[in-house]
């Protein structure tokens, strides 16, 4: 009896034991992976101890579970708890981010683990698993003696880990006041609660989104109407409108192209020499920002065709996609547009297909539309050159005029090249990551000069405007140390705001180029067409975009996480900058815009979770 009692259950030191080692690996972890800098002491001590009331309380599920199994829960959840770490860790490597609950759900729909995933492992990893192997073999080997886990010891437990958690959030409240106002700020969430505690909430705030569809009604739409229409009211017509009327509109998304490449020239060679030289011929806006979070290529995506912010966990093409929007392709059939999209890609990946229905797009021609074989394809799936050639044939044949958009694929982390496709010269035989992103930049730019030449050849250059945008960022904060070299300055929180810079062209053949100064950011690219096209809906719009080609610019660019940046200044990391010089400036130069940057999003978020839009269609049905 007694030996069973050995054999399968476990002491009250072996739990302390394991409560700590847990405890001390995650602090290893917020130290050596996650970038959270603090900043006032309650902020280090929270930082501190903010994992072990989580850990106490999660550990200790297992002291109430059956003595015959309470060694397996045991071991069961605390190998969960370092997967949700490890998940986090690797998560976080790229995205410098945390995991979502809706990121979890759109694992399947962005191809699960590929090379992409296996660059971000490292070495020293498997130390992280060490600790599971000593406890096992501590339980299995019975070195644990087990000594008497009495219910009181037990439900002592148990209570401390939770009245430590409350203590946690109720400092987290003293330190941030605003932390649950502004959900979206998971650094800031996982700072104060800690990455155990974070997940519990993200599940509770998801839950709580999930409703919000069933409650809306109709009131919740004259709301965001009203802030809309408030803001929209006194913007004087553009010299520029209605430039390309009738025009096709040819889209591209230069996958992970960021503004720092374009006019760089690296050991002496342009890196971009293409989109360098129809710069001049263009219209170009050098102050423009990528404004995606979780989804990507599917959230820049999101905010041209909908003008509207993408979601702060996960990707609204996955988490909505049967929503009511009235998405560009949507409004421009009403002036006798075709609509396709060209990605040779699954059509899965992002829930794709069943967005672009409900947006409203004609025809997607996925991957199964194209030749992919071992020889054309690399990373992700077919080449940009092989792309724009085999797509000619059925962009010849599209109905026009056409909305026509491109999503290009090969310059997408970790940047695979092979060495015929090698445009630059460079004689670096082992590149470090920022080098081998300048190879597949290079790379793309030839594409896209080859897919100019080949609109020409077709006849399709003379009537189409053609719109280039990078779609997010490529090098991502934690390779910034070798950026740093690169650019040979240090990058600061205001830096780092300026590296989310993306190039945005637009090429009108025949008219003259111009640099238009106006910052702006993806939200604002759909106004700007219908302003080019001198396109005006027959319904009602939502949308929280502005044409920078309008002489009174919105002057202010939101992120999802709540910074902002205006002409003059940033709002990041709760530091307001001046944005030209870099230095910290008073608070007070940046909180006129707080209310205004919190309300966009909100009002976004109820649009998306209330399936608002739903509401105008049956008012125009009245
Ligand atoms: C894949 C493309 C790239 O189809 O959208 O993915 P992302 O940049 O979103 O990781
Ligand atoms: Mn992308």
Known sequence: MNGMKKLNSYS????????IVLWLKTLVIYFFEFDLRTSTFLE???ILVNPLGSIGLFLGISLFFPKKVRKTAFMVLYILLTGLLYGNILYYRFYI???TVPVLFQFQNVGGLSQSTL???N????????DIAILAWLLVKRVDKGLPLTIIKRTSMICSSIALIILVILSGFIEN???????????NLVKTLGSFNYHIYDILFNSKMSVQRAFADSTDVDDVTKYINKLNSNAPPSSMSGLAKGKNVILISLESTQQLVINRKINGE???????????????FPNFYHQTAQGKTSDAEFMIDNGLYPLSGGSVFVRRPRNDFYALPEILKEDGYYSAVFHSNDETFWNRENMYETMGYDQFFSKKYYHVSEENSVNYGLKDIPFFEQSIPYLKDLPQPFYAKFLTLTNHFPFLLEPEDQFLKDDEENPDLVHRYFRTVRYEDEAIKRFFTLLKKNGLYDNSIIILYGDHYGISKSYHKELEQVLDKEITPNEQIDLQKVPFIIHIPGEKGKIIKTIGGQTDIRQTILDLLGIHPEKPVIDFGHSLISKKPKDLVVFRDGSFVTKKYTFTENACYNKLTGDKVKMSKCTPYFDRVQNEL???DNVIFGDLLRFNDEKMAE
């Open 12 to 19: 009250f030191p072996f739990y302390i034991l394991a409560v």
């Open 44 to 46: 280090t001590f929270l």
């Open 97 to 99: 981010d945390f995991i």
């Open 119 to 121: 660059e971000l492992i």
């Open 123 to 130: 070495w020293t990893d498997p130390l992280l698993f060490i």
């Open 177 to 187: 006041p605003q932390l649950f106002k502004k959900s979206y700020d998971r650094e």
């Open 270 to 284: 342009e890196i971009t020499p293409f989109l360098n030289s129809i710069l001049k011929d263009s219209l170009y």
């Open 602 to 604: 909100n009002f976004s």
